[in-house]
Protein backbone atom coordinates (compact mmCIF):
# COMPACT_ATOMS: atom_id res chain seq x y z
CA UNK A 1 0.00 0.00 0.00
CA UNK A 2 1.92 3.18 -0.89
CA UNK A 3 2.69 5.67 2.19
CA UNK A 4 0.89 9.05 2.06
CA UNK A 5 4.09 10.31 1.67
CA UNK A 6 4.59 8.54 -1.92
CA UNK A 7 1.27 9.91 -3.17
CA UNK A 8 2.05 13.58 -2.44
CA UNK A 9 4.36 14.47 -5.83
CA UNK A 10 1.83 13.05 -8.02
CA UNK A 11 -1.18 14.81 -6.42
CA UNK A 12 0.81 17.76 -6.51
CA UNK A 13 1.66 17.13 -10.23
CA UNK A 14 -2.05 16.72 -11.21
CA UNK A 15 -2.76 19.82 -8.93
CA UNK A 16 -0.14 21.88 -11.36
CA UNK A 17 -2.00 20.45 -14.64
CA UNK A 18 -5.40 21.55 -13.21
CA UNK A 19 -4.08 25.09 -13.00
CA UNK A 20 -4.07 25.57 -16.46
CA UNK A 21 -5.16 29.07 -17.69
CA UNK A 22 -8.66 28.06 -19.28
CA UNK A 23 -8.95 28.98 -22.68
CA UNK A 24 -10.23 32.56 -23.61
CA UNK A 25 -14.49 32.71 -24.97
CA UNK A 26 -14.29 34.51 -27.93
CA UNK A 27 -16.76 37.66 -28.13
CA UNK A 28 -17.88 38.69 -31.05
CA UNK A 29 -20.08 42.16 -32.45
CA UNK A 30 -18.69 45.67 -31.97
CA UNK A 31 -16.38 47.33 -29.71
CA UNK A 32 -18.53 48.46 -27.13
CA UNK A 33 -16.39 51.18 -26.12
CA UNK A 34 -17.10 54.67 -24.67
CA UNK A 35 -17.18 55.77 -28.75
CA UNK A 36 -19.77 53.31 -29.84
CA UNK A 37 -21.94 53.83 -27.15
CA UNK A 38 -21.88 57.39 -27.71
CA UNK A 39 -22.67 56.88 -30.99
CA UNK A 40 -25.18 54.49 -30.74
CA UNK A 41 -26.70 57.48 -28.20
CA UNK A 42 -26.57 59.87 -31.05
CA UNK A 43 -28.49 58.11 -33.58
CA UNK A 44 -31.10 57.18 -31.31
CA UNK A 45 -32.06 60.09 -28.90
CA UNK A 46 -33.82 61.88 -31.68
CA UNK A 47 -35.00 65.26 -29.99
CA UNK A 48 -34.92 64.63 -26.29
CA UNK A 49 -32.72 66.97 -24.71
CA UNK A 50 -29.28 65.86 -23.50
CA UNK A 51 -28.43 64.03 -20.24
CA UNK A 52 -27.04 65.40 -17.49
CA UNK A 53 -23.72 65.60 -16.94
CA UNK A 54 -23.72 64.08 -13.87
CA UNK A 55 -25.96 61.41 -14.81
CA UNK A 56 -23.08 60.74 -18.06
CA UNK A 57 -19.97 60.89 -15.58
CA UNK A 58 -21.61 58.71 -13.02
CA UNK A 59 -24.13 56.38 -14.88
CA UNK A 60 -23.97 53.63 -12.46
CA UNK A 61 -25.83 55.41 -9.55
CA UNK A 62 -29.26 56.69 -11.80
CA UNK A 63 -29.40 53.43 -13.25
CA UNK A 64 -29.53 51.49 -9.92
CA UNK A 65 -31.94 54.30 -9.00
CA UNK A 66 -34.58 53.23 -12.22
CA UNK A 67 -34.05 49.70 -11.38
CA UNK A 68 -34.83 49.82 -7.72
CA UNK A 69 -37.62 52.44 -7.87
CA UNK A 70 -39.01 51.53 -11.38
CA UNK A 71 -38.80 47.39 -11.49
CA UNK A 72 -38.36 46.58 -7.85
CA UNK A 73 -35.19 44.92 -8.38
CA UNK A 74 -31.49 45.76 -7.95
CA UNK A 75 -29.49 46.17 -11.23
CA UNK A 76 -27.49 43.12 -11.85
CA UNK A 77 -23.95 43.14 -14.09
CA UNK A 78 -22.43 40.27 -15.23
CA UNK A 79 -19.26 39.85 -16.46
CA UNK A 80 -16.76 37.97 -18.64
CA UNK A 81 -13.13 37.83 -19.50
CA UNK A 82 -12.70 36.55 -23.20
CA UNK A 83 -11.04 37.42 -26.72
CA UNK A 84 -12.89 39.88 -28.97
CA UNK A 85 -12.75 38.85 -32.45
CA UNK A 86 -12.60 42.30 -34.60
CA UNK A 87 -10.06 44.16 -32.46
CA UNK A 88 -8.05 40.93 -31.45
CA UNK A 89 -7.52 42.19 -27.98
CA UNK A 90 -8.10 40.70 -24.22
CA UNK A 91 -11.44 42.29 -22.81
CA UNK A 92 -13.75 42.32 -19.69
CA UNK A 93 -17.61 42.53 -21.57
CA UNK A 94 -19.84 43.22 -18.96
CA UNK A 95 -23.91 43.04 -19.48
CA UNK A 96 -26.79 44.18 -17.49
CA UNK A 97 -30.32 43.48 -18.30
CA UNK A 98 -33.38 45.41 -17.31
CA UNK A 99 -36.75 44.41 -18.13
CA UNK A 100 -38.22 47.00 -18.79
CA UNK A 101 -41.01 46.69 -21.85
CA UNK A 102 -39.40 45.87 -24.06
CA UNK A 103 -36.18 44.62 -21.98
CA UNK A 104 -32.70 46.79 -22.27
CA UNK A 105 -29.80 44.77 -22.71
CA UNK A 106 -26.49 47.14 -22.01
CA UNK A 107 -22.98 46.54 -23.00
CA UNK A 108 -19.98 47.47 -22.06
CA UNK A 109 -16.11 46.47 -22.84
CA UNK A 110 -12.76 47.38 -20.97
CA UNK A 111 -9.62 46.19 -20.05
CA UNK A 112 -10.49 47.10 -16.63
CA UNK A 113 -13.72 45.40 -14.82
CA UNK A 114 -14.67 48.67 -13.07
CA UNK A 115 -14.52 50.79 -16.48
CA UNK A 116 -16.38 48.18 -18.16
CA UNK A 117 -19.13 48.72 -15.44
CA UNK A 118 -19.44 52.00 -15.93
CA UNK A 119 -19.55 51.63 -19.84
CA UNK A 120 -22.22 48.74 -19.16
CA UNK A 121 -23.92 51.47 -17.28
CA UNK A 122 -23.54 54.00 -19.85
CA UNK A 123 -25.24 52.67 -22.61
CA UNK A 124 -27.80 51.45 -19.83
CA UNK A 125 -28.74 54.94 -18.96
CA UNK A 126 -28.78 56.15 -22.76
CA UNK A 127 -31.07 53.30 -23.78
CA UNK A 128 -33.34 54.54 -20.97
CA UNK A 129 -33.34 58.15 -21.81
CA UNK A 130 -33.46 57.77 -25.60
CA UNK A 131 -36.76 55.24 -24.91
CA UNK A 132 -38.10 57.36 -22.87
CA UNK A 133 -38.04 55.37 -19.83
CA UNK A 134 -37.49 58.92 -17.88
CA UNK A 135 -40.64 60.37 -19.23
CA UNK A 136 -42.93 58.12 -17.52
CA UNK A 137 -43.35 57.72 -13.78
CA UNK A 138 -42.06 54.75 -11.82
CA UNK A 139 -45.24 53.15 -10.78
CA UNK A 140 -46.40 52.99 -14.49
CA UNK A 141 -43.04 51.57 -15.25
CA UNK A 142 -43.35 49.10 -12.87
CA UNK A 143 -46.70 47.81 -13.67
CA UNK A 144 -46.60 47.61 -17.13
CA UNK A 145 -42.90 45.96 -17.09
CA UNK A 146 -44.33 42.99 -14.51
CA UNK A 147 -47.52 42.63 -16.63
CA UNK A 148 -45.78 42.40 -19.90
CA UNK A 149 -42.33 41.58 -20.32
CA UNK A 150 -41.31 38.05 -18.89
CA UNK A 151 -38.65 37.10 -16.89
CA UNK A 152 -35.24 36.46 -19.08
CA UNK A 153 -31.73 35.68 -18.66
CA UNK A 154 -29.17 36.92 -20.56
CA UNK A 155 -26.54 34.11 -21.78
CA UNK A 156 -22.62 35.09 -22.21
CA UNK A 157 -23.04 34.91 -26.31
CA UNK A 158 -25.83 37.75 -25.72
CA UNK A 159 -28.95 35.66 -26.12
CA UNK A 160 -31.93 36.35 -24.21
CA UNK A 161 -33.81 33.57 -22.96
CA UNK A 162 -37.23 33.38 -21.38
CA UNK A 163 -38.22 30.61 -18.94
CA UNK A 164 -39.83 28.05 -22.01
CA UNK A 165 -36.68 28.44 -24.05
CA UNK A 166 -34.91 27.76 -20.32
CA UNK A 167 -37.14 24.54 -19.74
CA UNK A 168 -36.85 22.91 -22.77
CA UNK A 169 -32.94 23.33 -23.05
CA UNK A 170 -33.05 21.54 -19.30
CA UNK A 171 -35.25 18.40 -20.96
CA UNK A 172 -32.36 18.54 -23.42
CA UNK A 173 -29.86 18.55 -21.42
CA UNK A 174 -31.52 15.56 -19.86
CA UNK A 175 -32.02 13.62 -22.44
CA UNK A 176 -28.41 14.08 -24.04
CA UNK A 177 -26.78 12.76 -20.73
CA UNK A 178 -29.46 10.87 -19.55
CA UNK A 179 -30.03 12.24 -16.56
CA UNK A 180 -33.89 11.94 -15.04
CA UNK A 181 -36.15 14.82 -15.34
CA UNK A 182 -35.46 17.85 -12.60
CA UNK A 183 -36.02 17.63 -9.23
CA UNK A 184 -37.21 21.15 -7.71
CA UNK A 185 -37.58 21.56 -3.97
CA UNK A 186 -39.23 24.03 -2.90
CA UNK A 187 -39.02 25.92 0.45
CA UNK A 188 -41.05 29.31 2.11
CA UNK A 189 -38.51 31.65 4.01
CA UNK A 190 -41.16 33.96 6.08
CA UNK A 191 -39.77 37.56 6.54
CA UNK A 192 -40.30 39.91 9.82
CA UNK A 193 -43.71 41.31 8.06
CA UNK A 194 -45.06 38.21 7.26
CA UNK A 195 -43.77 38.53 3.50
CA UNK A 196 -42.20 34.89 2.41
CA UNK A 197 -39.93 34.37 -0.01
CA UNK A 198 -39.90 31.05 -1.97
CA UNK A 199 -36.81 29.71 -2.86
CA UNK A 200 -36.39 26.66 -5.35
CA UNK A 201 -33.34 24.59 -5.68
CA UNK A 202 -32.49 22.26 -8.37
CA UNK A 203 -31.06 18.73 -8.47
CA UNK A 204 -29.94 16.40 -11.36
CA UNK A 205 -27.83 13.74 -11.29
CA UNK A 206 -27.90 14.08 -7.59
CA UNK A 207 -26.29 17.50 -7.56
CA UNK A 208 -27.81 20.77 -7.05
CA UNK A 209 -26.65 22.53 -10.09
CA UNK A 210 -29.33 25.95 -9.28
CA UNK A 211 -31.21 28.03 -7.66
CA UNK A 212 -34.32 30.77 -7.90
CA UNK A 213 -35.84 32.76 -5.16
CA UNK A 214 -38.76 34.91 -5.88
CA UNK A 215 -42.20 36.34 -3.77
CA UNK A 216 -44.18 33.12 -5.25
CA UNK A 217 -43.50 29.09 -6.14
CA UNK A 218 -44.09 29.79 -9.96
CA UNK A 219 -42.07 32.27 -9.68
CA UNK A 220 -39.21 31.08 -7.92
CA UNK A 221 -39.06 27.66 -10.69
CA UNK A 222 -39.27 29.76 -13.23
CA UNK A 223 -35.80 31.88 -11.90
CA UNK A 224 -34.98 28.86 -10.88
CA UNK A 225 -34.63 27.27 -14.63
CA UNK A 226 -33.24 30.43 -16.06
CA UNK A 227 -30.45 30.28 -13.43
CA UNK A 228 -29.18 26.60 -14.57
CA UNK A 229 -29.60 27.35 -17.71
CA UNK A 230 -27.14 30.82 -17.91
CA UNK A 231 -25.25 28.69 -15.48
CA UNK A 232 -24.86 25.35 -17.85
CA UNK A 233 -24.55 27.89 -20.64
CA UNK A 234 -21.16 29.50 -18.98
CA UNK A 235 -19.51 26.20 -18.28
CA UNK A 236 -20.02 24.55 -21.98
CA UNK A 237 -21.23 26.95 -24.97
CA UNK A 238 -20.98 24.30 -27.22
CA UNK A 239 -23.70 22.34 -25.23
CA UNK A 240 -26.47 25.36 -26.29
CA UNK A 241 -25.66 25.86 -29.61
CA UNK A 242 -26.27 21.94 -29.82
CA UNK A 243 -29.41 22.54 -28.31
CA UNK A 244 -30.02 25.19 -30.65
CA UNK A 245 -28.72 23.32 -33.82
CA UNK A 246 -31.36 20.81 -32.42
CA UNK A 247 -34.07 23.33 -32.30
CA UNK A 248 -33.95 24.13 -35.72
CA UNK A 249 -34.20 20.26 -36.66
CA UNK A 250 -37.16 19.69 -33.93
CA UNK A 251 -34.42 17.06 -32.60
CA UNK A 252 -33.47 18.78 -29.31
CA UNK A 253 -36.32 15.96 -27.45
CA UNK A 254 -34.24 13.21 -28.91
CA UNK A 255 -31.40 11.16 -27.42
CA UNK A 256 -27.71 12.07 -29.38
Known sequence: MPTPASTAPRSKRRGNKEKAAPKLQQLEGPLYDESYIQQEHLKNMGSRPPLKDAFVDNPKSPVANFAN????????????TGFHVETAQKI????????T?????????????KAAERLCALSAIYQLHDSGHFDKAP???????????PPQILLSNGTLVDYERA????????????????????????????NSIW??????????????????????????????????????PDLWKAFVNASKTGNQYSVT
Not at 139 to 149: D, G, H, N, T, Y
Not at 170 to 189: A, H, N, Q, S, V
Open 167 to 194: HSFMDFYCRRYGFRKPDIDLTEERGRRS
Open 139 to 149: KQVRSSSRALA
Open 199 to 236: EAVMTVGGRRIGMGAAPSKAAAQVECYLDVTQYLESCD
Open 69 to 80: TALHSPPRYEGV
Open 101 to 113: TPPIVATGDHTDK
Open 92 to 99: IRVTLTLY
